[in-house]
């Protein structure tokens, strides 16, 4: 490396992790609304792909030969593999294995990454797997060029919004892009956001989700400790919205997406965050789409439908929200949230689509039942987000004590009301039957 080398890379490691993150958040927005401006094809490709290594080599520090070595397997596999029906689950298995151990060395401090490092390692997986399949279908790979373009492409290079190759494809090699109205969608996103805007600059005064740490914190009354679960863990989500939301504008400064149709830009190509879903909604499936969309669908598209195949509805979910955790990181926390979830959603599905009383009056659900399943679902969301949000053991079992578990008998209530529902159900359709047995005997 050299002296220079050393210094540069001692230098990158000496500078605060969120300052890092602010100041290629803030210049990646910047340079992205001149890819539409450069000529398209080669130049916009290098001027794309060059932003991009800047950032990934100053980011990863001294970890960057990891980026690489994956990067380099994953092609090799690709290359060895596209014509058998396995290429996209083994470079799935190799990136995602090859991030579990480098996360596992740095969890149990025998390899440490720095946080910049980590957060480079965040989209890399999802994109080699993106490609991998994609060299499947069509059976035959993708140039080095395109496939290094696409790793490169810098408005999503760490923070995301994921985005696929054929959309980067066109975006690199399309004259249309700069009709795109990117500062005017970069406007709307902001205001559509502005709740969040204001939970971020309160979050440290008021909504501080430490809080339900203090042991004075159990003194206060049970709906008390509820809401402020509720609110401490949505203004605690909101830093990432923020960073999200400079992201997905990056993106659309880029001309991604762009319909010259309609005139429009598809925000749903690469959208990170829709606050009406993810906070509002009536159900918890309903509501984590709504948040990190752009990597939900590839966690739907690639290990719920492809990679599973007929596995078992259930099992398919454990699998895919195993695979989410595995993408944060190797933090219990992670794996309990991510292992859990399946179960509440299945549990409230189950009592959610139940018949309840006065159900067919519009004024009954729109004043009494949906506001109360918002309610339920935004507690619920909150309750199985908190070892996401604390990570390791003892703090985790700290904040389900401060809301006495509730979230825990809630679960055990879907469970036994659903059950008896269904049990009840059967019983009337076996009455059914067998009455009507004893109906065709006496005729």
């Known amino acids: 490396m050299g002296i220079p080398g050393a210094f540069i890379v001692a230098w990158l490691q000496s500078v ?20 539409p401006h450069v000529p398209k094809g080669g130049p916009r490709c290098w001027y794309s792909s060059v932003n991009g290594l800047m ?9 960057m030969h990891h980026w690489v070595a994956v990067t380099v397997l994953s092609w090799l596999t690709i290359q060895a593999t596209v014509k058998t029906p396995y290429c996209g689950r083994l470079v799935f298995v190799l990136s995602f294995g090859y991030q579990m151990v480098m996360r596992y060395l740095d969890y149990t ?3 440490p990454l ?16 993106e490609v991998a399949f994609l060299c499947q279908d069509q059976g035959k790979p993708v140039s080095v060029a395109d496939f290094m373009n696409y790793l490169l492409f810098f408005p999503a290079s760490w923070s995301g919004p994921f985005v696929n190759y054929k959309d980067v494809h066109t975006a690199l090699h399309s004259e249309v892009t700069v009709k795109a109205k990117s500062l005017t969608y970069t406007v709307t996103r902001t205001m559509e956001t502005l709740p969040m805007l204001a939970l971020y600059f309160l979050r440290n005064i008021y909504f501080d989700v430490d809080e339900m740490l203090k042991d004075e914190f159990l003194l206060k009354p049970l709906w008390y400790r509820m809401g402020f679960c509720i609110i401490s863990t949505v203004a605690f989500r909101s830093r990432l919205i923020i960073a999200w939301l400079v992201a997905e504008c990056s993106v659309a400064a880029t001309g991604l997406g762009y319909d010259p149709n309609n005139d429009t830009i598809d925000r749903e190509l690469f959208r990170a965050y829709d606050i ?15 948040w990190n ?7 739907a598209t690639y290990p719920y439908k492809r990679i599973p195949g007929k596995w078992p509805k259930l099992l398919k979910r454990v699998f895919a929200m195993t695979t989410s955790a595995v993408w944060h990181g190797l933090s219990p926390g992670y794996f309990l949230t991510f292992s859990v979830f399946p179960f509440f959603q299945e549990a409230q599905e189950a009592v959610w689509k139940l018949k309840w009383p006065l159900s067919d009056n519009k004024a009954v659900n729109d004043f009494v039942y949906d506001p109360f399943k918002r309610l339920v679902t935004a507690f619920m969301m909150a309750f199985v987000g908190l070892p996401f949000v604390f990570r390791e053991w003892d703090p985790v079992l700290k904040s389900l004590r401060a809301v006495s578990w509730s979230g825990m008998y809630v679960l055990a209530s879907w469970v036994v009301l659903a059950g008896a529902v269904g049990v009840m159900k059967k019983k009337g359709k076996r009455k059914k039957r067998v009455e009507g047995e004893g109906a065709t005997k006496a005729a």
């Open 16 to 35: 605060p992790a969120e300052l890092m993150f602010t100041f290629f958040l803030i210049t990646g927005l910047l340079q992205s609304f001149l890819v």
């Open 55 to 63: 950032t990934v080599v100053a980011m990863s520090t001294d970890a």
């Open 109 to 111: 401090g025998r390899v």
């Open 114 to 129: 720095s946080d910049t490092a980590s957060m480079t390692m965040l989209m890399h997986p999802l994109k080699l797997v």
């Open 276 to 290: 009406a879903v993810s906070e509002m909604g009536t159900e918890m499936k309903q509501n984590v789409r709504g």
């Open 293 to 299: 969309c752009s990597v939900q669908k590839w966690m």
